[in-house]
């Protein structure tokens, strides 16, 4: 595994000599970071290698994942989509059975540390534990917060207001809190299995693997099955495509174990996907880190046709193997692309197919918007950069006087 000095050959010296100055200020602070899932999703991705870096630069930190039963992912799942700006009903004992479960695992656990990070709604109602101490809490919240429905948002609001501050990902997010807000986007680990260089041979056999052909172009997209990742929207769109282009499609996934909806989504794939032989529907186990990054890389074209998107690791996983990426400007994608430039920013099936056939046949062009996506994301949207916000932030908390600039 990368340890934090290796990284100085991707983002200089000096970014790695501030890292350590800066752990060796937060040396003294313990953090402990807490979500609902240790595999599947942005957030387990990103925690997997943020926890053993901070770690590495001398500050403790932890990470427990909170356990729920099928009811509690069925309730938190509403609230997730509901957030996003799906209608969803809700009745009194949902919310009942949410905090229910949340004071279950807080009677198991402990949070004895100075800043305890919450990610995302599942856990939010675990900061009722920080009455009995005094240390310092934040909500880190991942998701597209847009356009919240105004029944989940006005349950949420009383409990982000208990935290110290709150976390978005993009400045559309913000919303009217009576607590500090703070803007850290998310990142990817250039050096990490999903990211780092592969062989060629390698690229290759994997696509063999799953007997696809190589010598025609590809257009893959990543991402659990999940509607708001639309997936079947983008067997729509590559069918446009495939009237003009022989291509193939690569849809790509696993589930996350906090996400009781994959397997409808999976199965309506399945059933649109049915009876054309250049469409892959890949059903990945939580292992499969080699296998997307050699997916990605071997790819003619990646998709990211979310209708919401928190942020979005896979374009960033993407432009930073230099591929050209078509997305939904959604989200935070359009922090990653900027259209015609770092990628392609698309709002339908239509545009994105027609997008598809452009870079497709403009091999040049595609060249350009790979090379430019990763300058972006290597200047922006890396570990080092994440790690630096985050130990800032934290000291950030006991130093309440102080201006410190993120
Ligand atoms: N991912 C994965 N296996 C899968 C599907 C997705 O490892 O089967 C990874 C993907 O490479 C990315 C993360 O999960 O690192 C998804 O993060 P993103 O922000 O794109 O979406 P989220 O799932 O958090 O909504």
Redesign the pocket.
Known sequence: MAQVKDYAEIVGGSVIDELFAIGEKAGTLKIQHVNSTAV????A?ILTRLVPMMNELGVRTTWDVIKGGEKFYAVTKKMHNALHGVPETFVENDWAHFLEVNRENARSMSFENDVVFIHDPQPIGLVEERSHLDNKWVWRC?IDFSEPRENVWLFLKDFIERFDGAIFSAPAFSRPLSTRQFLIS?SIDPLSD?NRDLDENYVRSIFEKFNIDLTRPVITQ???F?YLKDPVGVIKAYKLVKRYVDCQLVL???G?TDDPEGERVLSDVQHAAAGDKDIFVLL?PPS??LE?NALQRGSTVVLQKSLRE?????VA?ALWKRKPVIASAVGGIPLQIKHKYSGVLTHSIEGTAYWIKQIINEPAFARELGKNGREHIRQNFLITRHLRDYLLLALSLYHDKDIVYL
């Open positions: 599947g999703g942005g957030v991705e991942h998310p999903k990543i991402s659990r999940d790509a996934g696993g996350a990945l499969s880190d997307i928190g942020f979005g690791l896979t996983e």
